[in-house]
C-alpha cells in the first residue's frame, strides 16, 4: 500500500495513523477486528495453539505493537512511530467494535 506515500500526509505520527487506519489501510485490509481474526487464525496453526487457547484480534495488535517497538529500539524512525499509533487505535477499533 505504497500509493499511500503520494497522497499528502500529515507529519504529526498520530493524525498520519489515525488518516491511515480510518481511511486506506482499512479500505485495503478491512476492519481491524475481521483483518485481525485472520491473522490470529493463522498464527494459531503456525504456532500450534490447543485446548482452546485461540490467539484474539486484540493479541494480534498488542503483538504488532510489541513489533514495532522493538524496532523503534533498535533503529528509531517515524514510521514506527505512525505504526505503534495505528496499531493503538486498531486494538481501540477493535475494542469498540465488541
Not at 18 to 26: A, F, I, S, V, Y
Not at 53 to 70: D, S
Request: glycine content about 6%; aromatic content about 6%.
Amino acid at each position: 500500500m505504497d500509493d499511500v506515500k503520494s497522497e499528502v500526509m500529515p507529519q504529526c505520527p498520530l493524525m498520519q495513523a489515525l488518516h491511515l487506519t480510518t481511511g486506506p489501510r482499512q479500505e485495503a485490509y478491512g476492519h481491524p477486528t475481521t483483518n485481525f481474526t485472520n491473522i490470529a487464525r493463522g498464527w494459531d496453526v503456525i504456532l500450534k495453539q490447543e485446548g482452546g487457547m485461540a490467539i484474539t484480534p486484540q493479541q494480534v495488535a498488542l503483538c504488532m505493537i510489541w513489533t514495532k517497538v522493538c524496532r523503534e529500539t533498535n533503529m528509531p524512525a517515524f514510521d514506527n512511530e505512525v505504526d505503534i499509533a495505528g496499531y493503538v487505535n486498531t486494538l481501540h477499533m477493535i475494542k469498540e467494535r465488541k
